[in-house]
């Protein structure tokens, strides 16, 4: 199956090299209203809150910037579909009782050009109906996020169907996805429980529990 080459933006934020003192304090200052600005633009195309991030920036811009670094990870991993990062991505967040982040995963997915029919799949837990990558992928995210010992037997069918490369980058995509929940619930700006939507379409069918 062929997916655009670009599954979501790259990054919301250009690399910038954090700086301390006085020095340090002015560029933040400066640099506060183009990142609040791509922050508030963000929120607006996909209906999410990112007050977590500009709560960041204001109590340490140097950490936030470091937080930036994943934002493009998040956006793609090398030897990834955007179906089996949805599906890593998902899994994760899913985990983490995260239920905003779950939605922004599906929304990017759909804007990768990942079909509805295996986003409602993947919402659903239908193996059977998931494209073979994603299936793949998402057998061994939820089994090595359960610690299922059978998370061996799920990565070595990932990596002689897909090659290892598969499997580094689900194993890449679970461990940055669940950042952005912990980070969120840390600085107070969690929320678990949301209905699950496709496009116009109910994923969940009701609220969706995201553990």
Request: a positive charge; one cysteine or more.
């Amino acid at each position: 199956m062929a997916y655009p080459t670009n599954p979501a933006p790259a990054s919301l934020f250009p690399p910038a090299r954090p700086r301390g003192g006085l020095a340090g304090r002015l560029i933040a200052a400066l640099l506060r209203p183009p990142v609040t600005g791509r922050i508030a633009a963000f929120e607006r195309r996909y209906r999410y809150r990112m007050d977590y991030a500009r709560q960041l920036y204001d109590a340490s811009p140097a950490a936030f910037w470091q937080l930036a670094k994943l934002f493009g990870i998040a956006g793609g991993v090398p030897g990834l579909s955007p179906a089996m990062l949805v599906a890593a991505k998902f899994a994760a967040t899913r985990r983490e009782d995260c239920g905003p982040c779950a939605q922004l995963v599906l929304d990017l997915a759909l804007e990768a050009g990942v079909p509805a029919a295996a986003l409602r799949a993947l919402v659903a837990g239908d193996a059977t109906a998931m494209p073979e990558d994603m299936r793949l992928a998402w057998r061994y995210a939820e089994a090595a996020l359960a610690r299922d010992p059978e998370s061996e037997t799920h990565a070595r069918a990932l990596g002689e169907r897909l090659g290892p490369q598969a499997v580094a980058g689900v194993a890449l995509a679970l461990s940055v996805a669940r950042t952005f929940p912990t980070l969120k619930y840390a600085l107070g700006h969690g929320r678990s429980c949301q209905r699950l939507v496709v496009g116009a379409d109910n994923a969940g069918g009701g609220e969706a529990q995201t553990r």
